[in-house]
Nanobody, 120 residues
Framework: QVQLVESGGGLVQAGGSLRLSCAAS????????MAWYRQAPGKQRNLVAV???????NYADSVKGRFTISRDSAKNTAYLQMNGLKPEDTAVYYC??????????????WGQGTQVTVSS
């Protein structure tokens, strides 16, 4: 199992910015993609952004133009830069990564989540 450690959540006013980080443990081996999901209270978990090993990205329509996902492959770390935050962005944000661990076993693991709260 690959450990994913998220950081960077918090409380911010509408219009503000936050940067989330997700670091994968050294056993991650080769990572195919890293993604951010979010889940608001009482709602399902939805994809926010994803980046693959080639650097290709995809975003949910609701965050296009405001959020940017990036990746430092040398550090096995993904980032989510969130600008122009809105109260509706309030949710627990989860990191997800999939690939091949150093053991040769496929993995698809989740972080513990980090709370993002945007006040109006």
């Amino acid at each position: 199992q690959v450990q994913l450690v998220e950081s960077g959540g918090g409380l911010v006013q509408a219009g503000g910015s936050l940067r989330l980080s997700c670091a994968a443990s050294g056993s991650a081996g080769s990572i195919n993609y890293m993604a951010w999901y979010r889940q608001a209270p009482g709602k399902q978990r939805n994809l926010v952004a994803v980046i693959n090993s080639g650097g290709n990205t995809n975003y949910a329509d609701s965050v296009k133009g405001r959020f940017t996902i990036s990746r430092d492959s040398a550090k096995n770390t993904a980032y989510l830069q969130m600008n122009g935050l809105k109260p509706e962005d309030t949710a627990v944000y989860y990191c997800n990564a999939a690939g091949i661990a150093t053991t040769g076993i496929l993995f698809n693991d989740w972080g513990q989540g980090t709370q993002v709260t945007v006040s109006s």
